[in-house]
């Protein structure tokens, strides 16, 4: 898969390195209550972006991996382990992200500043308490992820 000559991996790899720690930092801003109702649609639409380019990028790699012979690379080996442990941590934080955005009350300015209630009260607690750490963990992750694979391309 190439565009102009160019592997499409490394061209999909900069949505990735930017929406997803958008997408975390939007999670992390939903946090606060005040900032939650101005959060919660880009939140979303990072994440779900975020998550599609990961899957992209997953898919674009381990093409290149296979049509290069890439294969048997440590470097590379462990840039794929990292990229796969990050495409696992996406979809558990896009599915946090999608509770938090259904699930958690916000201050709505078209109802007079009034919290809408929760559908599920039951799930806020949950959905706030792991929408946190999976924020930090995509972070992390992706930086990992990303230093693998300039090892493997720079070494």
Same mark, same amino acid.
Do not use: C
């Given at each position: 898969?190439?565009?102009?000559?160019?592997?499409?991996?490394?061209?999909?790899?900069?949505?990735?390195?930017?929406? $997803?720690?958008?997408?975390? #930092? &939007?999670?992390?801003? *939903?946090?606060?209550?005040?900032?939650?109702?101005?959060? @919660?649609?880009?939140? #979303?639409? #990072?994440?779900? =972006?975020?998550?599609?380019?990961?899957?992209?990028? !997953?898919? !674009?790699?381990?093409?290149?991996?296979?049509?290069?012979?890439?294969?048997? #690379?440590?470097? $590379? +080996?462990?840039?794929?382990?990292?990229?796969? @442990?990050? *495409?696992?941590?996406?979809?558990?934080?896009? %599915?946090?992200?999608?509770?938090?955005?259904? $699930?958690?009350?916000?201050? !709505?300015?078209?109802? &007079?500043?009034?919290?809408?209630?929760?559908?599920?009260?039951?799930?806020?607690?949950?959905?706030?308490?792991? @929408?946190?750490?999976?924020?930090?963990?995509?972070?992390?992750?992706? $930086?990992? !992820? %990303?230093?693998? =694979?300039? +090892?493997?391309?720079?070494?």
């Amino acid at each position: 898969m190439e565009i102009n000559g160019v592997p499409l991996h490394p061209l999909v790899v900069h949505a990735v390195v930017v929406f $997803v720690p958008l997408a975390a #930092l &939007g999670a992390l801003a *939903m946090v606060v209550p005040r900032w939650r109702w101005l959060a @919660r649609w880009p939140t #979303l639409l #990072l994440a779900l =972006g975020a998550t599609a380019a990961t899957y992209v990028a !997953t898919v !674009t790699g381990a093409h290149l991996e296979h049509e290069r012979g890439l294969e048997q #690379l440590a470097l $590379v +080996r462990t840039h794929v382990e990292w990229g796969r @442990r990050l *495409m696992i941590a996406m979809w558990i934080f896009a %599915g946090v992200v999608i509770s938090a955005f259904w $699930v958690l009350p916000h201050v !709505t300015r078209l109802s &007079g500043g009034r919290d809408r209630s929760s559908p599920v009260a039951a799930l806020a607690v949950p959905v706030q308490v792991f @929408r946190v750490p999976t924020a930090i963990a995509v972070l992390a992750l992706v $930086v990992l !992820t %990303g230093d693998a =694979g300039a +090892r493997a391309v720079w070494k």
